[in-house]
């Protein structure tokens, strides 16, 4: 048994990271943007310029190690003996670009960044000060990381960290002993007492160091968008399958907790239920998912829009369809990402993680809150989301608190397309304005200074002889409109502006842009960035809880994003160092 001293480290709660690392990084035009969105991400990226000499090996490694901060301010690491220490080893192994490529990302990551201050989150644990040596917090706790970038079990860990293929490697970088290894009921042990502050402490500081970098923008990389506006950030939940399997859909926490005087709520739902009067009640129902208390069932039909219908039935048939959903039984996991036009990809920030029978946009601004306080100096420019987000309480906030974009997608009643109500309330079915007279209105502009958008007609109604909600019978005409008069100025024609609400008041299909538009589309297209974050956990084999209960399904989503925060920048150097080593003739997109 090893007996090493690990020293005290001093806090390093503000990190002077080297701007002009990755602050070259250019920004493309809009029609840039447009022209490559049928390549691949990867292929895109070659294109830009200075990616290859930025992202390349031979320029990463003089820098390293990557240095993070602790911007949560943690508790002092005290110095103390452990079984093992975990320390940054250098690159020196890696001596060519060649050399980079025989690895896998977690032994890249290993090697670009010092991760010696997230000891102080992690040493949070200890309590007692008897027994034998404790192993390193830090060690444990990066092979947390290891076990769910490999999708391995805790048995499955310490037989690889014990393979003399992979394993003593594995055991260098993290600071372990072969000899003297930890058995899977450590790690099982260390997980479960990880508090999920310390580990969202560790996402923030890997994301804090990024943004210091300039890796990770810090105001939007959008073409045409003004410097001082804030950050892209898209939304998306996550249904994640609990550890427990479902017996009954009707269950609640109370289900999980000892009899007396606790209801059925499958009974109170006119159901057969449980009586739990047998002695396999007495702990908790013998229906109950216990060790899931607080997974809950929902059916997911897979749209957000209400009221759709089957479009290829005959017209004599008015019944809906029937969507195609799924029956889910667990969690809902939120995430907030920062979009990167620069390089097509987004940083993931974990949000909040509830049963699944919570609604989406009830997470948006508690999550929104939260990385507020996590990010003080981060500021919002622009909030992406899917028609679950498109409720007032979510575009009240993002417009008034946030003073941001509103790039949502619009969330339909019944009725929104009809002429009569289109024309009464001023505005079409996508909340684009309307004239008097019923031709729509363009955007000129959106004023960031006064979160206001423009609107003008731009005389439609000399060149289009029928308005775009009919609703008048009479023919408009340079006559009959005042403002297509050769004397009226400006030649702009009618006009109003727009702020938090529409002209009647209404704020659910108010927007800061005309959708529909070129701009909302490209705009409204990167929200299909989100899914990646989905593709990744899925890969991770994690759309199922490898863990029971609520609070470890929480940690290991957070796991999961912290590396793809990581590996965002291991694949930009595979990528950049690869291309060098194959040198492929890919022209460079034109300034």
Known sequence: MNSLWIPTVPRQSVLQASATLFGSLPRLSRAQLAASRCLPATERRL??????????????????????????????????????????????????????????????????????????????????????PPFDPLSLGLSMFLAHYQSWDWERLVQELRSPARGRDYCVRLGFDPSDLPVPSTFRMAFGQTQLDWLT????????????????????????????????????????????????RHQVAACSQPAGKRECPARQAGKEGCACDTPACQDHCRFAAWRDPLAAYVYYSGSNQPGRTNPNVSKENKEPSIPHGKHHFGYKSKVFNIIDDRLFLVWPLTGPCTPANRNDHLLTIPGLQALRQRFPALKIGEFLGD????????????????????????RHADGDDLPLTCFQRGYDQNGVPLCPHGYRLSSNGHDYQRHATKWVCRLTCIHQPDPDIPILQSNISRETCPFAKPDHAPHLGFSLSTALTLPDGSIRLARDMQVGSDTWKLRIGRQSYAESRNATQARRQLKRSPAFGLSNTAKSMLISDTLSLAFNLTRLIFEATRHVMKQPALPALSP
């Open 201 to 248: 402490a560790c996402q923030d500081s890997l994301a804090q160091g990024l943004m210091n970098y300039q890796l990770i923008p810090t105001h939007s990389t959008f073409p045409g968008d003004p410097l001082e506006l804030g950050v892209s950030v898209s939304t998306d939940c996550q249904l994640i399958a609990s550890r427990s399997r479902m017996i009954c």
């Open 387 to 410: 028609a679950g987000e498109g409720f007032d309480e979510t575009l009240q906030y993002v417009h008034a608190d946030l003073q941001a974009l509103r790039t949502i997608r619009i």
């Open 47 to 132: 294109q830009l310029p200075y990616f290859v000499e930025t992202f390349r090996w031979e320029r990463i490694r003089p820098l390293l190690p990557l240095q993070l901060s602790t911007p949560e301010e943690p508790l002092t690491w005290s110095g103390r003996v452990c079984r093992s220490y975990y320390q940054w080893l250098g690159s020196d192994d890696l001596p060519t670009s060649a050399e980079v490529l025989r690895l896998d990302e977690f032994d890249l990551l290993l090697r670009l960044f010092d991760f010696s201050p997230w000891r102080a989150y992690f040493a949070q644990r200890f309590r007692s000060q008897y027994g034998p």
